[in-house]
T-cell receptor, first 112, second 113 residues
Framework: GQQVMQIPQYQHVQEGEDFTTYCNSSTTLSNIQWYKQRPGGHPVFLIQLVKSGEVKKQKRLTFQFGEAKKNSSLHITATQTTDVGTYFC????????????FGSGTQLTVLP | ETGVTQSPTHLIKTRGQQVTLRCSSQSGHNTVSWYQQALGQGPQFIFQ???????GRGNFPPRFSGLQFPNYSSELNVNALELDDSALYLCASRRQDGTDTQYFGPGTRLTVL
């Protein structure tokens, strides 16, 4: 079936190191959204990308949407302990405008 | 904070029982979606309501049902609870039907014994 996969599942980094999580879909996505979920919390919307090849930045976070609209990445520069949490990508598969399909998430641990 | 609220925050039920979870959407939002998030996994789409009608459904059996009210608050009902229904149930609202940003509530943690 249609899936959105994320790698890695877990990532431990030393504070100050960079971090990247990758998201891949088996089919074309209408858009890609990224969420952050802190331990014990709920998903919090970070950003939405719509255009092929789009790149957006939020301070230390850089989001990319692939040219084929089937993959995306989130890169964090110089991680901080406040970046701890699970990062999810989520997309609307083509033809499924109402169903947001989430990836499996990448759990980030930042060691002080 | 998103303005989306859910109740209760935690709930314990036994297998076979029925449960109703509630969600109050953010002001001005007429579309609500419900998700099930099992431990260590991403949220799974259950269904979406727009103007009091279900207009999208994920791969969940009919014992998962919902309602949306004229004030855009909503309910998720689950009948004949099974152990695997234990999860965090999230609702998310947005301004209109479509692909724009949605805002999640804090969730209801359901435990089925």
């Amino acid at each position: 079936g249609q899936q959105v996969m994320q790698i890695p599942q877990y990532q431990h980094v030393q504070e100050g190191e960079d971090f990247t999580t990758y998201c891949n879909s088996s089919t074309t996505l209408s858009n890609i959204q990224w969420y952050k979920q802190r331990p014990g919390g709920h998903p919090v919307f970070l950003i939405q990308l719509v255009k092929s090849g789009e790149v957006k930045k939020q301070k230390r976070l850089t989001f990319q949407f692939g040219e084929a609209k089937k993959n995306s990445s989130l890169h964090i520069t110089a991680t901080q302990t406040t970046d701890v949490g699970t990062y999810f990508c989520a997309g609307h598969l083509s033809g499924s405008a109402r169903q947001l399909t989430f990836g499996s998430g990448t759990q980030l641990t930042v060691l002080p | 904070e998103t303005g989306v609220t859910q109740s209760p925050t935690h709930l314990i039920k036994t297998r076979g029982q029925q449960v109703t979870l509630r969600c109050s959407s953010q002001s001005g939002h007429n579309t609500v979606s419900w998700y099930q998030q099992a431990l260590g996994q991403g949220p799974q789409f259950i269904f979406q309501y727009y103007r009091e009608e279900e207009n999208g459904r994920g791969n969940f059996p009919p014992r998962f049902s919902g309602l949306q009210f004229p004030n855009y608050s909503s309910e998720l009902n689950v009948n004949a609870l099974e152990l695997d229904d234990s999860a965090l149930y999230l609702c998310a609202s947005r301004r209109q039907d479509g692909t724009d940003t949605q805002y999640f509530g804090p969730g209801t943690r359901l435990t089925v014994l």
